[in-house]
């Protein structure tokens, strides 16, 4: 495939540093940067170093935190903030991932926040939407994800867009086995798209989509031009799963 495509892996609660790095040793060694080909891993926090020091010398390689606080430090009890993780060597931070919005009650509005504290820091974020299966059944996921872009639009400078990534992740289709079609997500992808360029964003801005993404739906995904590339969590947790998953496309 000839277009830019980020390839990112969300390892959740798995993989501990040894774990990590072991990984990492297994996946460097079976893959080589490739053009126009990104690989964002988020390990949870307490890996970032061992991650970090592992892909050292891979340009073709951002790591980043799967949360992060708004503000630079404090007394916010178990949080982590952008100051830290970027001393731990992130360049990337997802933000609002269904887990983390329907598990933990973030809203939309610190979605937002995040966001801009972390390009306000420079770093990328990678900002998830997406709606629930009641939602899509009750015909509400336009409705759901003009509702979760609102904040975003509001908060974060149009100039500030060339820097985020957002990706598109069904809640119903994370972790189930259940893939949106290609279809399903491309529409979607066109409807933020949309969203975001009327409301004055330039640009077009890259969205992956994520949510039971594997080595078998890969290739009919990305074979869709709106698709900017993939956010995976079960298929990315197997090095040569993941090396395998990302050499395809
Ligand atoms: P999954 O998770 O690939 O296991 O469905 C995707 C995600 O939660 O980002």
């Known amino acids: 495939m000839s277009r830019a495509l980020i390839y990112a892996a969300n390892w959740k609660m798995h993989h501990a540093p040894g774990a990590a790095r072991a990984f990492m040793e297994r996946f460097l060694a079976v893959t080589a940067p490739a053009p126009g080909r990104s690989l964002w891993f988020f390990p949870p926090a307490i890996s970032l170093g ?27 009890t178990g949080e982590i903030s952008i100051p830290m993780v970027q001393e731990a060597g992130a ?29 306000k820091a420079g770093l990328q974020p990678l900002a998830c939407l997406g709606e629930t299966l009641a939602e899509r059944e009750g015909g509400r996921t336009e409705h759901v994800i003009l509702r979760q872009l609102e ?41 933020i798209r949309f ?36 956010l995976v969590g079960g298929a990315s947790l197997d090095a040569d799963g993941w090396a395998e998953l990302v050499g395809l496309g």
Do not use: M
């Open 195 to 230: 969203t975001v360029s009327r409301r004055g964003v330039p640009g077009r801005i890259p969205i992956l989509y994520g949510g039971s993404v594997n080595t078998g739906n890969v290739l009919a995904l990305l074979a869709r031009p709106e698709l900017d590339g993939v």
């Open 50 to 76: 061992s991650v970090v020091a592992a892909a050292a010398g891979r340009p073709d390689i951002s790591i980043g935190a799967q949360n992060v606080h708004w503000e630079p430090k404090g007394a916010f």
């Open 151 to 191: 904040p975003l639009l509001d908060k974060v400078p149009p100039a500030d867009w060339e820097r985020l990534v957002l990706a598109y992740e069904p809640v119903w289709a994370i972790g189930t086995g259940r893939n949106a079609t290609p279809d399903d997500a491309a529409q979607v992808h066109e409807l």
């Open 91 to 119: 360049r990337v931070v997802l933000i609002g991932h269904s887990e983390r919005r329907h598990l933990f009650g973030e809203t939309d509005e610190q979605v937002a926040r995040k966001s801009v504290a972390v390009l």
